[in-house]
């Protein structure tokens, strides 16, 4: 029997048939979510960040079904998230999170707020600030969009302390899967966007015996439904909804934790393809 359609990565409609994209859009808000149907109340599965293309299928009543051309999530956004698009990026925001400016003046209200990982065009700089066409952001805060960051946890550090948001994308609130996947973006590689996905597109660590003496800082540890970040010295780091935020913690308080919480185990250890040709 065929497996059932993912339906977060297929644009379907309910008899099961595929939809064709009518064009391609960018976000040009900060951040908006991804909902699972068309209305403020229906559950958040994801967020878009500017600058992230998507392909629209449909655009009625003020949402628009789309899917994001970034991880391949299918949903539905408010119209007024979309624009045409743009030049492609030159920089990517490297810091957590940086206001965007109508001037380049620090002093200006600023009019939006843009999370890291969200790539921009940069036409002219001034006073330190790069001009957008979203308005003006700090030079300190962006890096060209082919630097990536090069210590995977010193980049997952930078967000402790961030709230838990079931469906978030952002330093501002995010799940676990999340915070993997803008984690990895930062070091310049590109993982899908739920635990189970990651799982199945990541090398694994064949034989791992459950000692940590086997791991490497940036290794994946894998539950069913859950992910952390290996940082070494007996500690990982994770989104996770038992203190509802980024928290570090030792390996087997947290197998032990989770395996009394839900009866789960470590289902898998996987390396990112950047620690395997280390």
Known sequence: MADAPDRRLQALREDGTAVESERTAEIVTGHTPLRRSPGIDAPLDSELLY????????????????????????????????GDVGTDPTHRISALRTFVYPEPDLKTPPADLLSLTSEISVSEQENGFGETPHGWVWGGHVSPVDQFETNITAVACAFLGTPYLWGGRTSIGLDCSAFVQLTLASCGLAVPRDTDLQETALPELAEWSGSDEDLLPGDLIFWPGHVAIWLGQGRLIHANATHMAVTPGGLQDTVDHIEQSTGDTVSSIRRPDYLVSA
């Open 51 to 82: 600058g992230e293309r998507v392909d629209v299928y449909e655009e009625e009543n003020g949402w628009a079904w789309v899917q994001n051309q970034t991880d391949g999530y299918v949903g539905y956004v408010e119209a007024g998230a979309l």
